[in-house]
């Protein structure tokens, strides 16, 4: 016995390239956006023509290098790769990396509490602002004590890293 035939569903719609109306059976063709394969060939290399590749040099080295085009127009720092990226946020931007090297320096490249030399993070005696009065080099180990004697005996500070 024959499988019964489903009735065939005849949408309109309007080509996503050129415009023109048209209509098409339903099934097998999704959503039917385009008239023909013409259509929808010429569509994808529009977006492939928009949304390509531009060339923009490194921020860091002025190399210059192939990134996608809506990538590039995120953002005004471009970098073509991590090293250059670290020298560039350790030397010019914040200026976090030099006073991060400048607490080492000081504190000895030791924690100031056990004199570990392992896992060393930087602290922030009051506050959050990034003087080098208010930072100390800790290893991760006294980072958590400090944090638990700060919030008597709880490990965060609602929710919040203190």
């Given at each position: 016995m024959a499988?019964?035939?489903r009735p065939t569903t005849i949408i309109e719609f309007t080509c996503g390239s050129c415009g023109k109306l048209t209509s098409r059976p339903k099934h097998g063709l999704g959503?039917?956006?385009f008239c023909s394969r013409r259509c929808s060939a010429r569509y994808g290399s529009l977006v492939r023509e928009r949304t390509g590749r531009v060339e923009v040099p490194c921020s860091g080295c002025g190399y210059p290098f192939l990134k996608w085009r809506?990538?590039?127009?995120?953002?005004?720092?471009?970098?073509?790769?991590?090293?250059?990226?670290r020298t560039y946020y350790q030397t010019n931007a914040t200026g976090i990396g030099l006073l991060r090297d400048q607490?080492?320096?000081?504190d000895g490249g030791k924690c100031v509490d056990c004199g570990g030399v392992r896992y060393l993070e930087t602290h922030h005696v009051q506050g959050r602002t990034n003087r080098l009065d208010n930072l100390i080099l800790v290893c991760k180990k006294c980072h958590v004590a400090r944090h638990i004697i700060l919030n008597g005996g709880r490990r965060w500070n609602a929710g919040r890293p203190a």
């Open positions: 499988w019964p035939k959503k039917g956006r809506n990538d590039a127009s995120k953002s005004v720092l471009h970098f073509h790769n991590r090293v250059c990226r607490v080492w320096d000081r």
